[in-house]
């Protein structure tokens, strides 16, 4: 079982706390149970206007009012709605690195090595068994390599089957492909980090997200990534983001080194026109940057492209040098090869001659064997009489045999008979009778003739098998 220690340290890790006392007091206010002191964690800092709190909750809020260096405080931005579109960020404090935007603004820069850190520690602890009550399913999820792409679709689906189709197209799948996605569009990246139990978030859905006009203007002009607080990626995005109310926006753009840039973040309810005017400010200041990013982009491929040109050229003067006396040596080579396979073949051509006159010949020599005994089985045909069987035979190429059998002789004399003629080639045929027709096959071959009913005569033909 898995120590205090270890609890205490992936508490901290998820959370970002750096005070050890103080996470120790919120796990032991939530007797010890991880994914509990968690979940109470991120629903800690509630909006004024939600007077609801959980025991639980309660706990850790008190603890956290304690220690004003663990949480940012936002008391004067919260009593403040956005009055404009203006780009005047607050500069957020996270464990990462600070960076400054090259359109002009401040921005806060998220690393992402944490985020990866995050995956793989929420994974760590459904192996190790300390995410209660869930721990299968969450394990289960977060193994898979599209868990993140499940947490965006099931999003999606849900946000569409209470809201509707007119929306932001949130992109169905991770964080991280969406944030490349709009690398590779050279579009900024729309985040909504939606609340379900928030009051204000079904109005803001309803009413500004699901605004036709806002909609369309944020299909237009960006990529946009939508997760649940509830879901993982939702989760580790709103404390990385430090979101302290509900709806909560952002928008942000890839950045050098493996980092995001925080751009822009609306917190609160606002309408479709205040949300119009923040991001089309946003647009405004970040088109020159989208631009460079497009016109170095453009500059990189070329570059590339002369490369691989004049490397292609050199490739193919060499590779013709080489194909010339790859060439001569091949010719070479050929000619030898073909001098030596015609004198293989003709020793075959004459080895095969022989071994199939050979073969003939034991052929020949082993039918007329056969066809010697298999006269003398038959004795001398015998003169005409009440016992005796007249047994004409019509070959296929129309020629007839005609013989007189003992009446007791057996259905397999007459076979005996006709392959001591040497009229066939083939060895595997059948003797029939037309009217009735009755094939003689070799569950007959025993009977006499007489008991066949060929008896006093009888008119066969040979069927070829």
């Known amino acids: 079982m898995v120590d205090v220690a270890d609890k205490l340290a992936y508490f901290q890790a998820i959370t970002g706390l750096e005070d050890p006392d103080l996470c120790t007091e919120i796990l032991q206010a939530h007797d010890w149970d991880l994914e509990l002191a968690i979940s109470s964690f991120t629903s800690s800092n509630p909006p004024p206007e939600r007077q609801e709190q959980t025991p639980n909750t309660q706990v850790t809020a008190n603890l956290l009012s304690r220690d004003g260096q663990n949480r940012v405080d936002r008391s004067d931005s919260l009593g403040n709605a956005v009055a404009g579109p203006g780009l005047a960020w607050r500069i957020i404090t996270l464990p990462y690195s600070v960076i400054s935007a090259s359109i002009g603004l401040v921005s806060g820069a998220v690393g992402l090595g944490l985020w990866a850190a995050g995956g793989v520690l929420s994974y ?70 939606h609340s379900p139990d928030h009051p204000d978030t079904p109005a803001f859905c309803e009413g500004t997200l699901c605004n ?36 909560f926006c952002a928008v942000v753009m890839p950045a050098a080194n493996q980092r995001i840039a925080l751009l822009q973040q609306v917190e609160g309810p606002k309408s479709p026109e205040e949300m119009l005017m923040i991001l089309q400010k946003v647009i405004e200041e970040s088109n020159p940057a989208l631009l460079q990013a497009r016109l170095d982009a453009e500059e990189r491929r070329n570059n590339m492209r002369l490369r691989e040109e004049q490397d292609a050229a050199y490739r193919a003067a060499l590779e013709a040098d080489q194909a010339r006396e790859r060439q001569r040596r091949e010719e070479q080579e050929r000619l030898e090869r073909e001098a030596a396979e015609a004198e293989r073949k003709h020793k075959e051509e004459v080895e095969a001659r022989e071994r199939e006159a050979r073969e003939a010949a034991e052929r020949e020599a082993a039918l007329a064997k056969m066809r010697q005994e298999k006269a003398l089985s038959l004795g001398a045909e015998p003169e005409k009489g009440p016992n005796v069987t007249q047994v004409l035979v019509r070959f296929p190429n129309g020629e007839r045999k005609e013989r007189r059998f003992h009446s007791t002789a057996v259905v397999q004399s007459l076979y005996d008979y006709v392959d001591s003629l040497g009229c066939l080639e083939v060895q595997n045929y059948s003797l029939v009778s037309n009217f009735p027709r009755v094939v003689y096959s070799t ?14 005569q009888a008119s066969l033909f040979v069927e070829l098998n």
């Open 124 to 193: 760590s602890l459904g192996m190790l068994g300390l995410n209660s009550g869930r721990s299968g399913e969450s394990s289960t999820r977060l193994a898979s390599v599209s868990a993140a792409a499940l947490e965006a679709m099931e999003f999606v689906a849900v946000f569409e089957r209470d809201y509707g189709n007119v929306k932001p197209n949130f992109v169905s799948e991770g964080f991280m492909d969406a944030l490349q996605r709009s690398r590779s569009v050279f579009k900024l990246l729309f985040v909504y980090l």
């Open 212 to 247: 036709e006009v806002l909609a369309a203007f944020v299909n237009e002009n960006f990529v946009s990534w939508g997760g649940s607080i509830r879901a993982s990626e939702g989760f580790k995005m709103s404390n990385s983001l430090k979101a302290s109310r509900y709806p």
């Open 443 to 456: 569950d007959k071959l025993s009977l006499s003739l007489k008991e066949a009913g060929l008896h006093p």
